[in-house]
């Protein structure tokens, strides 16, 4: 199952948990999953069904385009960070 | 409005007559009224080198001439530094060394560096530098610059790792 | 380290856009001319923070030549959302009220008129006869002030967001972000060393040579038709598209040669402008190009910040944890470089216990904008220095240290993802092992410094067609405009993948309607993502010259073979050339189009070593020597390589010694020419020696890594660090000016 | 730009009685590298530019050894600085009018102008200071010569009468003993505005190898380029030891009134102002002797 980090902004949620795995072919898949765990966890890291703008996905070490509708590997590891521009 | 007024002059070895008002920089006029847009401009305040043209044998900014000032004046500017034949050595050594990026300063820099080896054809590094320090350039970080002008002074290309210390400003505390 | 054999890739080329270039003819944004254009100038903001009470436009429209005036009040209202740029997202309506102010001028230089005219002096005559009344506010310039809950507030509309959850008042900071991981009160028990600094640094700007220009023509049948010097086309579009809301369909963007951008021509600021000025003057074509003046004043600085950083390691030198807290300047409106500043920051180092805070802060300065690894330079000029006095205090070679530290793949990044493979302790080595790091320095006076570099690098979306052209020759139309000699390193990905001679592929950087949705030339993206585009064209022209041999040779496509640009079956073969010249024998034309969203980019490190001379007596620093050594994937075109490398260190060094900005109290900005926001000239530098290391990207067709943002992170950092082994001083304050290190000398020692 | 009218002054007659008339509103254009940047950003009016550089008086530029330098106003940098007998005979000279900007600004820029713009810190004026410069001027009333360090009296101010012009400099043969040495502070090495400079001369009894006299000049750290005699008087009849030059470096640096802006702070231009004077009587001792 795939392996998400909780963003340090969000572990008041978790009670500090930093990772959590859980079922979930796509990333709206685990985050309602994790919602489930943790209630409150989904508004926070959407806006509507979307990601917030302010918030990417990583998964695997890249950068997800598909946002919501990445699919994940069994061995995926999702991490939620802080949107970031280049020169 | 002032009156414009009727100006004559040799640009690029050929005579030009152009109208403009007595406020009109040199660099606008070429610019804007002759269509001579190689010049460019990056200030407008003679801090950076990108408009400049030679003015009778001179090396200037052209944003702190004003047009009228060129009556019976020769100006070359960038379009005609190469000749019918081709490109100037200044141009290909630019090419060859890749001394250009973006290419928005080149103009300014190839001009600037005719005029130097026109007055002295064989340039150290110090001298180069000395002379080019009124053009500025964001891209390259001088150095291919550098290299090209010396290239065409004749001077080999200096071995980086024995060409650390840069010109001093002889004036400079 | 580069394994496969290229025939094209790693040559160096002329590039196709020098000769224009060299002889004046390349036409830059400024040097467009419409019949019967008019020239735009904008009024800008005398204060730094007021309200706008009232703006009487009266007595410029009755001036002769005068013939569109423009206000907020010519904006649509009501916009929203967010669009993308290379700076992540643009938030639509805070875009709209920096083009013009609405009701608050948010910092000295904020746009609240524009005016059209048959020359620019009417145009700024015309300025000078716009009356503006203003409520002058208290203005906010330092981020920490602007933190403190009795701060002079910019935005009132304005919460901190915390991922996703508001703060329940106004305040100056947007947003906070943190990345932490393992337990640092842990980590800082086991250090035997511990350092804890303070850093601020100024803000500063992109310096791009040419002044931001845009020209736009609004025709009766409401199509619009901009002339830009952009890094992005498809940007501009999307940003006039949503600040006008104007349907993309009637915007056509064409880019004309752009000199320098640096992350700083991503934004819009004068082509809306340029548009609204072009309907109200009755369909005429305005050009608008800001004075120096204007482009220091009001288009994107990078942030200034405060850093605080605090890092233990145990005696052998491991690093046992860190904490660090960045606060960076947004400027007006939020959006800072703070994201990537935090995720950089410690990114070289394998770190088990981190925490890592993150502030974006609104200040009364112009909006900032992304400049060349965004917020990385600010941060390594922190963690780079307080490295530096770990390795002092621990009596370890700084590059031993980084050795023992350093991350390689499988190691995780301070902000939690994985790396691949990348190429950071090859550099490190390379570094130690370099002939500068052990050269004898001469004087006392003289010191040597080194630091590290870390950035993403990025992919992102890139299109691009080709068509074959009967003699044999590809014609290569991209979308990624060319700001450092692209449109030579993408022909020649198409060239290898074709096995044909670059000289044969000629690119075009084609308007918005003349190619597929491409992001900007940003992100140290174009020749990783658009060259990835090329490859895909080869890729698919092969296949269609494959089926039009067959059909020649009556064989089946799988009987033909294709290498080294020949075409070959059974005792047949055609070059590709030949086979083009027989195209209509064949079906005709061969077009192939190809668009790639490109993942798989790795992350490029470098290690920068540098000498200096100071005179303690004048505290004035001058580089004697530098080199900077730097994992750059595969050197598609070394010469360009090395010229990023060297332009970048070339700005590196300009924000560790003399760039920016200075205000006064009451928020006016006081530098705004190139005599007084110093860029280094000729003068101030030596040649920059480069040392490629090639560890190729394993997920790009040819090992393609970024390399255009991580050479201007680390100078600060070296340079300061130079510094001290020099006179003995650590400095923590951007620019490292003459009088901060006089200063920081005196203090050191009194009399 | 703001609008004016041009014209191009063919006589110094011609001049006078133009300025005469209606001095308000009238801007002299020589090299221009002041005038039009200041009047691109208002920060000077002029409805009338009028080019004097063609008026043969103000293009003047001869040297020799007995009546020393004349120097139209008008003559640019570059010319001076190519001038092989005036750089060998006024290396201290050339030292600052080389520094009057980048290579395009020393074609148009100068010397007349660079005083007549009469900024704090003109790299030319603590030079000529010290070079017992006069200043040539003319008005209807006729001639008058004014020792140049009275000639700026305030932040962009001269002490020209309504209606006056600078004609030439005129600058004294340097004489055997003689030696001179300007120098500034910048934090790059080109394109900047010297936040401190200093000029000194010696001159040195050709026997023993004692200072005559001497003289010592500031800039940018007064309202004025500073003439600090109290610094050259403290050198007369004594020995050139390093004490006797750091002394008279301590009176210069307590002689100014720095104050701090963009460029630089008052504490920075204070300690400069005794280093730099330090080093500028170093150099001119050294090139008295030789």
Request: glycine share 10%; charged share 20%.
């Amino acid at each position: 199952m795939p392996v998400v980090w909780i963003p340090a902004l969000l572990r008041d949620l978790t009670g500090g948990t930093d990772q959590v795995t859980v079922p979930g072919a796509t990333v709206r898949q685990v985050i309602e999953q994790i919602e489930k765990r943790f209630p409150g966890m989904q508004e926070r890291l959407c806006d509507g069904d979307r990601l917030r703008p302010s918030i990417v996905v990583v998964v695997d070490g890249a950068v997800s385009r598909q946002r919501m509708r990445q699919v994940l590997a069994d061995t995926s590891e999702v991490h939620f960070l802080p949107t970031i521009g280049g020169g | 409005m002032s009156r414009r007024v009727l100006i004559h002059a040799r640009i690029n070895e050929e005579d030009v007559e152009f109208l403009c008002e007595p406020r009109q920089s040199l660099l606008e006029v070429l610019r804007e009224t002759l269509g001579l847009t190689g010049t460019k401009e990056g200030c407008s305040n003679g801090n950076c080198g990108a408009c400049n043209v030679i003015l009778d044998g001179v090396l200037v900014n052209s944003c702190l001439v004003l047009a009228v000032e060129i009556e019976n004046k020769s100006v070359t500017t960038i379009e005609g530094i190469a000749s019918p034949a081709g490109l100037h050595p200044l141009q290909q050594a630019f090419l060859a060394h890749t001394a250009l990026q973006c290419g928005v300063c080149t103009p300014g820099f190839i001009v600037a560096a005719k005029a130097l080896l026109d007055h002295n054809p064989h340039p150290t590094e110090p001298e180069v530098r000395r002379w080019l320090s009124g053009n500025l350039c964001r891209c390259t970080g001088y150095d291919k610059i550098v290299r090209a002008v010396l290239a065409v002074a004749g001077v080999p290309r200096p071995d980086i790792s024995e060409s650390h210390a840069p010109a001093r400003d002889q004036g400079a505390a | 380290m580069s394994d496969k054999e290229y025939k094209v890739i790693g040559t160096r080329p002329l590039r196709q856009d020098g000769t224009d270039k060299v002889t004046g003819r390349a036409l830059f944004g400024a040097d467009i001319h419409l019949t019967g254009m008019l020239y735009g100038a904008v009024l800008r903001s005398p204060h730094a923070h007021a309200r706008v009470l009232a703006v009487d436009t009266s007595a410029a429209e009755a001036l002769p030549g005068v013939k569109a005036v423009v206000t907020a009040a010519d904006l649509p209202t009501g916009v929203g959302g967010f669009t993308g740029t290379g700076e992540g997202l643009v938030n639509v309506r805070y875009e709209a009220e920096n083009i013009l102010a609405h009701t608050r001028v948010l910092y000295h230089g904020h746009a609240v008129a524009a005016v059209a005219a048959t020359s620019p002096h009417i145009a700024e005559e015309a300025l000078r006869s716009i009356r503006v009344s203003y409520e002058v506010l208290p203005p906010v310039l330092d981020v920490r002030r602007a933190m403190e809950p009795d701060a002079p507030v910019l935005l009132d509309e304005l919460r901190t967001d915390e991922m996703g959850r508001q703060g329940d008042r106004p305040s100056n900071i947007a947003s906070h972000i943190q990345h932490s991981r393992g337990d640092i009160e842990q980590g800082f028990k086991e250090a035997t060393v511990i350092v804890e600094q303070e850093f601020t640094t100024a803000t500063v700007h992109q310096g791009y040579i040419e002044p931001q220009t845009a020209t736009a023509l609004y025709s009766a049948n409401n199509q619009v038709t901009m002339w830009c010097s952009t890094q992005g086309t498809f940007g501009v579009r999307d940003q006039v598209s949503e600040v006008l809301q104007i349907p993309v369909s009637r915007i056509r963007v064409i880019p004309m040669e752009i000199g320098g951008g640096f992350g700083g021509k991503n934004r819009v600021y004068l082509e809306p402008l340029a548009v609204l000025l072009s309907r109200k003057s009755g369909y005429r074509p305005v050009k608008m190009t800001m004075r120096r003046t204007e482009v220091l004043a009001a288009t994107g600085p990078a942030s200034g910040s405060y850093i605080r950083v605090k890092m233990g390691a145990d005696r052998d030198g491991r690093i046992t944890a860190v904490q660090a807290l960045l606060a960076y300047e947004a400027g007006a409106f939020p959006g800072s470089s703070v994201g990537s500043g935090a995720g950089a920051m410690f990114a070289p180092y394998r770190i088990g216990n981190l925490l890592i805070d993150g502030y974006d802060v609104v200040v009364n300065k112009p909006q900032a904008a992304a400049y060349r690894a965004p917020g990385g330079t600010n941060a390594a000029f922190a963690s780079e220095t307080v490295i530096d006095e770990l390795c002092e205090k621990l009596g370890m070679d700084p590059l031993a240290f980084r050795q023992l530290n350093g991350v390689q793949e499988g190691d995780r990044r301070p902000d939690g993802p994985v790396y691949g493979r990348i190429g950071y302790l090859e550099t490190v080595a390379a570094a130690r092992a370099h002939p500068h790091y052990s050269a004898p320095l001469p004087s006392p006076n003289h010191g040597r410094g080194v630091a590290s570099s870390f950035w993403y690098n990025y992919g992102g979306k890139s299109s691009a067609s080709a068509s074959v052209n009967s003699d044999g020759t590809i014609s290569l139309v991209i979308g990624s405009v060319d700001l450092s000699g692209t449109r030579t390193t993408i022909a020649m990905q198409l060239a290898e993948t074709l096995g044909i001679s670059v000289a044969d592929v000629r690119s075009l950087v084609a308007d918005t309607d003349s190619v597929g949705w491409t992001e900007g030339t940003y992100g140290s993206r174009t020749t990783f993502a658009t060259g990835w585009a090329a490859y895909k064209l080869g890729e698919s022209l092969k296949r269609e010259f494959t089926q039009r041999a067959a059909q020649l040779w009556e064989v089946e496509p799988e009987k033909v073979r294709f290498a080294d640009g020949v075409f070959s079956t059974d005792g047949e073969h055609l070059t590709l050339k030949e086979l083009a010249a027989r195209l209509d024998e064949t079906g005709g034309a061969i077009m192939a189009t190809a668009t790639v969203e490109a993942e798989g980019y790795g992350p490029g490190f470098a290690v920068h070593i540098v000498d200096v001379e100071v005179d303690p007596e004048t505290g004035k620093v001058q580089i004697l020597r530098y080199t900077a050594l730097q994992d750059v994937g595969r050197a598609v075109h070394p010469d360009y390589v090395e010229g990023q490398i060297q332009g970048g260190v070339a700005q590196g060094v300009g924000w560790a010694l003399s760039e920016g900005y200075v205000y006064d109290e009451a928020g006016h900005l006081l530098n705004t020419t190139f005599l007084d926001y110093r860029i280094p000239t000729c003068l101030d530098l030596p040649m920059i020696e480069t040392v490629l290391l090639e560890v190729p990207d394993p997920a790009h067709p040819y090992g393609v890594r970024g390399v255009g943002e991580a050479p201007i992170i680390a100078p600060p950092a070296a340079i300061a660090n130079a510094i001290y082994r020099s006179v003995g001083v650590r400095m923590t304050t951007l620019p490292m000016s003459p009088p901060r290190i006089l200063e920081a000398i005196w203090a050191q020692k009194p009399g | 730009m703001q609008d004016f009218e041009y014209m191009m002054a063919r006589s110094l007659d011609e001049t006078v009685s133009l300025l005469a008339q209606e001095p308000d509103g009238v801007q002299l254009l020589s090299g221009g590298t002041d005038l039009l940047v200041q009047l691109r950003e208002g920060r000077r009016i002029a409805r009338l530019v009028v080019d004097i550089k063609s008026i043969p008086e103000l293009n003047e530029l001869t040297c020799d050894p007995v009546a020393g330098l004349r120097l139209g106003a008008a003559v640019p940098c570059r010319r001076i600085c190519q001038h092989p007998v005036v750089t060998a005979m006024y290396p201290g000279l050339i030292d600052a009018f080389a520094l009057i900007g980048g290579v395009q600004i020393q074609g148009r820029a100068s010397v007349g102008g660079n005083l007549c713009n009469a900024s704090p810190a003109a790299d030319a004026i603590p030079a000529l200071i010290v070079h017992h410069a006069t200043c040539c001027v003319l008005g209807v009333a006729g001639q008058r010569e004014i020792p140049v360090e009275q000639f700026c009296v305030a932040p962009g101010q001269t002490a020209l009468r309504r209606g006056e012009l600078l004609v030439s400099l005129h600058i004294p043969p340097p004489g055997s003993g003689f030696g001179a040495h300007y120098l500034r502070f910048i934090p790059r090495n080109e394109m900047d505005i010297a936040v401190t400079g200093a000029a000194a001369s010696v001159m040195l009894d050709p026997a023993g190898g004692a200072i005559l006299s001497a003289r010592v000049a500031l800039g940018a750290v007064a309202p004025t380029p500073l003439f600090v005699a109290k610094a050259g008087d403290y050198l007369k009849d004594k020995a050139a030891t390093k004490e006797a030059i750091a002394e008279s470096a301590r009176i210069a640096r307590a002689a100014a009134r720095p104050i701090t802006d963009m460029r630089g702070t008052a504490a920075q231009r204070r300690h400069l102002a005794g280093v730099l004077t330090r080093r500028a009587l170093e150099k001119a001792i050294e090139r008295a002797r030789v």
